[in-house]
């Protein structure tokens, strides 16, 4: 597979990631410190509250500035009402990412020292953000480790702010390996290094190698991982979190009592894609047919097989997810947000030259302007939802439920006044 950048834009990167990743630190840090006189309580679980607040980001490699972008907005609306050291990992009860989407979950959720969120949403995007400096060079991973491990340190799974919840597939075994926060609080095997995690939900097969580490359980009993992307399990990782939340009522979680196991008419879901190839550009049966093995790997700057099933993971659970809300009477609170015209080196999950990344804020930018779609489960296309807004319209409503939401379980846990 030919390289996507240039070897000299590849050692600049090289030479300017860590001093981009430590920049991005010490503001984190700083905004931590002051987070301290400022005061910014996190929400309180959803017992306290009405609803179940899940944030959903898809995998798709640097395409993660797009869903990067849109959560910038989304914070910089819940800082006008709510001031500015609000973050989003502050409003939502589960934030669950695939692939980039794990590694934004990891952001948005990983703790500094003042146990304040240690990045902002703003962070993320941005050809000099923190999605820059992980995406190459790639091909050997090392690069991805590195920057990876020197963010996350020894921060493990069950330390994040919010339950996260991060597919992987284990190639050995040959079937899904889930990590959330709460697995890990009752699995000490579960209970991994965040880094590790992240380099393996990104993983994606003929881009990145797969990890390998080990954990051990609470007899000493060593537990081995071998993981590829999470992508190859749940591209669109919503319903995961809905079941994670689900499985933790059934075991009689008190963070969700009095709401019942299938009760996902109390459910806000965020989903977030990172943006698909426009229709007429992709593939037709006649010229599929003629492919080998090489021409479903690699075929004019995608990977067709790859694309295929988490292109139609995603749907099928943006589907499904919407079906269910639209029965349960409650569309409102499920927004998918996601770009199904994407053309040229924006449709790429790898190309990751500035001009691309200026191109991809760009793209989030515009999609903020787009009407609100939901996927024909026809077609698959994504048709405008004339019932609603725009995306930008719909996540400015969005805000004021989460703050609404926040608020009322902080008065309800007698924090604050307001």
Not at 207 to 233: Q, S
């Amino acid at each position: 597979m030919p390289p996507a950048m240039q070897a000299a834009e590849g050692a600049g990167q090289r030479r300017n990631g860590p001093r981009i990743l430590m920049n991005a630190a010490q503001r984190a840090l700083s905004r931590g410190a002051r987070s301290l006189s400022l005061g910014s309580p996190r929400s309180p679980p959803p017992s306290y509250g009405s609803i179940v607040t899940v944030l959903s980001i898809d995998g798709g490699g640097v395409r993660g500035i797009i869903p990067g972008t849109i959560l910038a907005f989304l914070e910089e609306k819940l800082q006008d009402l709510d001031g500015p050291e609000a973050r989003i990992s502050d409003y939502f009860d589960v934030i669950a990412g695939t692939s980039t989407g794990g590694l934004v979950t990891a952001m948005l959720s990983a703790p500094d020292d003042a146990g304040r969120p240690l990045f902002a949403a703003k962070d993320i995007k941005g050809p000099f953000g923190l999605m820059r400096s992980m995406m190459g060079p790639k091909y050997n991973g090392e690069y991805l480790h590195s920057v990876v491990k020197e963010l996350l340190g020894d921060m493990r799974v069950g330390d994040t702010l919010n339950n996260v919840v991060i597919p992987t597939f284990d190639i050995k075994l040959l079937q899904p390996t889930i990590f959330s926060t709460y697995n890990a609080m009752k699995d000490k095997s579960k209970n991994a290094l965040l880094s590790d995690v992240c380099i393996s939900t990104s993983a994606a097969p003929t881009y990145l190698p797969g990890h390998h580490f080990r954990t051990e359980h609470e007899d000493g009993k060593v537990r081995e991982f071998n993981l590829i992307d999470g992508g190859v399990a749940a591209n669109n990782p919503t319903l995961l979190a809905m079941t994670d939340v689900s499985k933790q009522i059934l075991m009689g979680n008190p963070d969700f009592f009095p709401i019942k196991p299938a009760d996902y008419g109390k459910f806000m879901i965020l989903s977030l894609g990172t943006g698909t190839a426009k229709i007429e550009e992709k593939f037709d049966a006649a010229e599929c047919s003629k492919w080998g093995l090489l021409g479903w790997l690699y075929n004019r700057g995608a990977t067709p097989i790859i694309d295929s099933f988490s292109q139609a993971s995603a749907d099928l659970v943006d589907i499904h997810a919407s079906v269910l809300f639209q029965a349960l009477h409650c569309e409102k609170r499920y927004l998918r947000i996601q770009d199904d015209e994407l053309k040229g080196e924006t449709a790429s999950v790898d190309v990751s030259t500035q001009e691309n990344l200026n191109r991809l804020i760009d793209v989030g930018k515009a999609l903020l302007k787009r009407q609100v779609c939901k996927v024909n489960a026809e077609t698959g296309k994504n048709e405008p939802d004339q019932n609603r807004g725009t995306n930008e319209e719909e996540l400015v409503n969005f805000a004021h439920m989460l703050s609404e939401e926040r608020k009322a379980r902080l008065q309800k846990e007698g924090n604050v006044d307001f």
